[in-house]
Structure formats: structure tokens, C-alpha cells
């Protein structure tokens, strides 16, 4: 994708092929030949693209959606100072003339902003607005706790000139050049039009909430209350329309400032459908039908059984790729039953997780024993594996003290001064088969052993909703992980437990905490690896998740696209372009 936003810059988890071994390498299934390639001709614009969505987006507010349909759509639409090459994944600039100048001491930062820039209301892109971008994710009432966390070190920024911007942090952090580099830029006049943080610095909005003027209060508030489905950016594309349950709609900005410029990427589709179909089966249906164009991720069954006949193969290009994701069950750590480190240990002992790669992914996958990619150096893969062992499990739990104490086949414990049954519930997002296969998987296995546990699909914006809020006793979930050097501050850093961090599971350790915190300010690279070597040991020993799989990505995508390639984390639809011959949909883009 293309603008790739700050999470994909720094934070939530981007990674690289190069240097990976055999596991790197993409399959193209019957791919047309570099002969019919180049018989396509210059990229021409015109076509759509309907792109397969599991659910609506969260919302689409730039600053506190953190799920993983906003992030794809709002790629689209919003612009950062710096992004970084595809292939390569070195940054480059974007927004910004150039890579920063760095003050020898690493404190000090100094942006020159590309003066032909412009937002898609034709409004120009100045030193203002990316001022004014800082000041919105510092402030402490716009509901962005993960967002802020990567922006503790920044203590002020102001405008050298219209076009130039200095950041001045307190600290060194070796990834501060991606955190600012990373900044979207948010046109102020629409987010702010009051110009209500016009009066205070940046350096004021890290004092005591309560201290700061009423006006702040209220920008916050109308932010968060009034920019969830409506965004506005510098991109190529245009927010449209969003049918909740239905479709959301982009649209090509044939105004866009970096038509036409060198190292800009190029739009060429008219619209982007994002079309919802929260059933993997029905959405295989309308692929095939051809009301979808786009599947970014085929079900493991629908690969091996659903799209292998010779029709779909004339149709459809299949993309076999390691997806820079993991799956994992999350403990609430909070639970009066997982406090216990050693009952997680059981739980992770009584997942199968061989057996899960083998029969609900059919191969496409592999186990992984930690949060960083499999292939990145910080990987320790001597880490100790937790194989299927039943037996192990419940010598843990009867360790921990668990036992049938009633003869109801349930496994119960006095905690708190209470009979506490070894029960408890696991919550997924409905439509997704395949993490409805993991814990339906584990509930049989835990149900031999005297444990009853239980299954809850709820709807995306539900589930969501009660992770946040640590509404859970367990959850099945996944994150992106980084192809570049990770922080894994905003997911493990015991202040992330609170105010809706992305520490949902509430995990806590002293020492962990400390490592996360020297890891940020170390330079050296190899004592990086080693400090996230000892903070892998120390979640391998607790087990706050249960680390599942690194999946194999499996996408579909309509022939008729050209420019389709794998990057290094994955396929980037603003490249893609269709032959005015082979084009499906006639559009008119006007200008404004």
C-alpha cells in the first residue's frame, strides 16, 4: 500500500524479505509471461478495483483508528514527511523535501516541507499544518494513547520559516527519525477550523491535563466526536462514501500535487471499492461471480479446495506470500485464573499448535514462539518451544493447585477466598473461519482435561470494543509485525495496560519495562538484539500470549490488473493499472 501511515513507518510492525532465506520466496501461481507483461503497455489510468473487506473500519479518524481496515483505507488518503521504499524499505521523503538534518546529539530534528504540496480540497500543505498535526497527537484529550506513547521523547516543535519545522526531543531513540518522519500530516483547516490549539506549544501539551486552557479540552473532544467517517488528506485518493455493512468508496484525485513527479507513486485506478462481505465462503462467491476483483487473503481451505479449478486460474493470479502477521490467543493477565503464570504455561502446553498449522491452515504457516518476525536478526529461535503436552499441562495446574474437588468434571480452585471454577470464555470476531478452527480446536482438547471453556463470535466493532476495555477472559487476535527494527513499547510496556493501550491483556513486569525502555535509547544494534533476546526469554517463560503462527498470505487477484507484485510486506494495489482494452468499469474523474 502506498502512503503507508505512521504505523507503517515505525510502529506497528513492517517487515523485509531480503535476507531471509528459502522461507522468503513468493510464489506466483501461473502468472502471465514478461512477453504479455510488456504487450500491456505504459501504465494508462481509468477501472476500478473492488477489494474484499471482512468488516468496516473501526472508524476513520487519522489519529485514533488503530484496526487494520482503517489503516488500508486511510493509506490511501493521508500523506506522512517521509515514507519508505517498497523494495528496499530505506526511508525516503515524502512530504518532505529531504531526510532530516540531525543534530550530532540526536536531540534535534529539522524537516523542509515540499512547498507544492497540496490537500485534496486544492488548500496548500504548509509548515502549519504539520505543526498543528504534532500538537493533535500530543494532545492528551484526542483518544490516541498508542499513537502518543512513540512520541514521548518529542518536548517541542516549532517553525523555523513557513516551509521548515524543528523537533526537539529529550532523549535519544533510535527510531525517532521514522516516529517524525512518520507524522501524518493533517490539514488544519479541517480538522482544527476554530484554530483552537493556535495558543499552545507543543511543549505545553505535556504538563498536567487539568492545567491546560478550556480550548484544548474542546478540541479534543469535537476530534474525537467528529472526524470518524469523514477523513481528508494529501493523498491520491478521495474519501467518497461509506455504506456501513456495505462498501466505503475512494476516488482518484486527478488533482493530486505529485502527478507526474519523480519517486511520487502514481495512481492510476479511478476508485477503490472497499466492499464488505463478513463470510470468507460469500466473499469467494462474489470473487468468482466478479463483484470482487481483490482477495488479500484466501482461507487455507479455499486454496487447497475452492480455486484450483482451470476457470478460476484463467481469471485470478494467486500470490503465495509469508504474511508479516502473527496469530495468537492473549490471556487476560488480570483474570483471577491467569494471574497465574502457570496456568497460561497449561494453556499454551494444551494448544496443539502443530496440529493447528497442519489441519486448519492445511501448511500454510508456520509456529512461531514470539512477537517479533520469524526472520529478523532480534528473533531468538533458541528460544524453548512449548510443545503438545497434555500431561505437562496438568502437572502445572495441579502444581497451581487445581483439582475436581466437587466431582463435576470441572477443575476448581479457592481464589480470593472463593470457589473459582476452571472456567472461562474465548472471543473472536465472527467471520473469520479460521480463528473460529483455533479455539474450537483448543475447547476439545480442554474439555479432556476438566477445563470448560467456551467460544463468543461477536462483530468486529464489538469485539474491538471489549479488547480496549479488557472485557475479556481470552481473545483471539493477531498483530503486523515490523520488517524493519520493531518497538514493542505500545504492546508490552505496562503503561499500555491502561487508558485503552494496546496492552490489552494487561500484561505487567518490571523488568520488561526497563528493558523496553533502554532498548529505545540504545544506538547499537547488537545490544538491541541482545536486550529483545532476554525480553523474548522472559515472555517465553510467562506466556502472556500464546504465540500461534506466522501465516502464509495467500491473495487473489483478477487478471486484468497489471503492476501486480509482492513487496516485502505484501501486495501495493497503487501501482496496479488496467489496459484500456481489458478495462471493466467506465468512470469520468473530472478535475476541480
Not at 485464573?337 to 492445511?362: G, H, P
Not at 529461535?381 to 502444581?399: G, H, M, R, V, W
Amino acid at each position: 500500500m502506498l502512503a503507508r501511515r505512521w504505523r507503517f513507518l515505525f510502529a506497528i510492525l513492517m517487515l523485509s524479505v531480503t535476507g531471509c532465506g528459502d522461507k522468503s520466496e513468493v510464489k506466483v501461481a501461473d502468472a502471465p509471461s514478461t512477453a504479455s507483461a510488456k504487450e500491456a503497455g505504459k501504465p494508462v489510468t481509468g477501472d476500478w478495483l473492488v477489494i474484499h473487506s471482512l468488516s468496516d473500519p473501526e472508524q476513520l479518524n487519522p489519529l485514533t483508528s488503530n484496526d487494520a481496515s482503517s489503516n488500508e483505507v486511510l493509506g490511501f488518503v493521508l500523506e506522512s514527511l517521509l515514507t519508505r521504499d517498497p523494495r528496499t524499505l530505506e526511508l525516503k521523503p515524502l512530504i518532505a523535501e529531504a531526510r532530516p538534518e540531525i543534530a550530532q546529539d540526536k536531540l534535534t530534528y529539522t524537516f523542509r516541507i515540499r512547498q507544492d504540496a497540496r490537500f485534496q480540497d486544492g488548500r496548500p500543505l504548509t509548515g502549519e499544518d504539520v505543526l498543528f498535526s504534532v500538537k493533535a497527537i500530543k494532545c492528551p484529550f484526542v483518544n490516541a494513547p498508542f499513537l502518543r506513547v512513540y512520541f514521548n521523547s518529542l518536548v517541542d516543535a516549532r517553525l523555523v520559516d513557513p516551509y521548515t519545522i524543528r523537533f526537539v526531543t529529550k532523549e535519544p531513540y533510535f527510531l525517532n527519525e521514522s516516529v517524525l518522519g512518520g507524522i501524518t500530516v493533517l490539514p488544519r483547516h479541517y480538522y482544527d477550523p476554530e484554530n483552537l490549539l493556535q495558543r499552545v506549544a507543543v511543549r505545553d501539551l505535556i504538563q498536567d491535563p487539568a492545567k491546560l486552557p478550556g480550548e484544548v479540552k474542546k478540541f479534543g473532544d469535537q476530534f474525537n466526536k467528529n472526524y470518524s467517517r469523514n477523513p481528508m488528506g494529501s493523498g491520491p485518493y478521495k474519501f467518497s462514501l461509506w455504506k456501513t455493512g456495505r462498501e466505503l468508496e475512494l476516488v482518484r484525485n486527478p488533482d493530486y500535487w505529485g502527478n507526474g513527479k519523480a519517486g511520487i507513486d502514481q495512481a492510476h485506478l479511478d476508485r477503490l471499492k472497499f466492499r464488505v462481505v463478513n463470510n470468507f465462503d460469500a466473499a469467494l462467491v462474489r470473487l468468482k461471480s466478479g463483484s470482487l476483483d481483490y482477495m488479500e487473503a484466501l482461507q487455507p481451505v479455499q486454496v487447497v479446495r475452492g480455486t484450483d479449478s482451470e476457470r478460476f486460474k484463467r481469471e485470478f493470479q494467486k500470490y503465495e506470500y509469508y504474511a508479516p502477521t502473527y496469530t495468537y490467543i492473549g490471556w487476560n493477565n488480570d483474570h483471577p485464573i491467569f494471574r497465574d503464570k502457570r496456568i497460561r504455561q497449561a494453556m499454551t502446553y494444551l494448544t496443539n499448535r502443530q496440529q493447528i498449522v497442519k489441519s486448519v491452515l492445511f501448511g500454510l504457516g508456520e509456529v512461531v514462539n514470539g512477537h517479533i518476525y520469524l526472520f529478523r536478526p532480534e528473533y531468538d529461535k533458541t528460544l524453548p518451544s512449548y510443545p503438545f503436552d497434555p500431561a505437562k499441562a496438568l502437572a502445572l495446574l495441579n502444581e497451581a493447585g487445581w483439582r475436581d474437588t466437587d466431582g463435576d468434571g470441572v477443575l476448581d480452585k479457592v481464589i480470593d477466598g472463593k470457589k473459582t471454577p476452571l472456567r472461562f470464555e474465548i472471543k473472536i470476531n465472527s467471520g473469520n473461519a479460521v480463528r473460529k478452527s483455533v479455539a474450537l480446536v483448543l475447547l476439545d482438547e480442554l474439555k479432556k482435561h476438566g477445563i470448560d471453556a467456551s467460544v463468543r463470535e461477536l462483530d468486529w466493532t464489538i469485539f474491538l470494543n471489549d479488547v480496549k476495555n479488557h472485557q475479556f477472559d481470552a481473545v483471539v487476535l493477531g498483530w503486523q509485525m515490523s520488517t524493519t527494527e520493531s518497538d514493542a513499547y505500545q504492546v508490552w510496556h505496562s503503561s499500555q495496560a491502561a487508558n485503552k493501550g494496546s496492552n490489552a491483556i494487561s500484561y505487567k513486569n518490571a523488568r520488561v519495562d526497563e528493558i523496553l525502555e533502554l532498548y529505545r535509547g540504545e544506538f547499537d544494534a547488537q545490544k538491541r538484539i541482545q536486550l529483545y533476546k532476554e525480553f523474548q526469554r522472559i515472555l517465553s517463560d510467562e506466556q502472556p500470549y500464546t504465540f500461534l503462527y506466522l501465516p502464509k498470505r495467500v491473495s487473489a487477484v483478477q487478471r486484468r490488473f497489471e503492476g501486480v507484485e509482492v513487496f516485502p510486506d505484501g501486495l501495493r494495489p497503487v501501482d496496479w493499472w488496467v489496459p484500456s482494452a481489458r478495462q471493466k468499469y467506465v468512470t469520468t474523474v473530472t478535475a476541480n
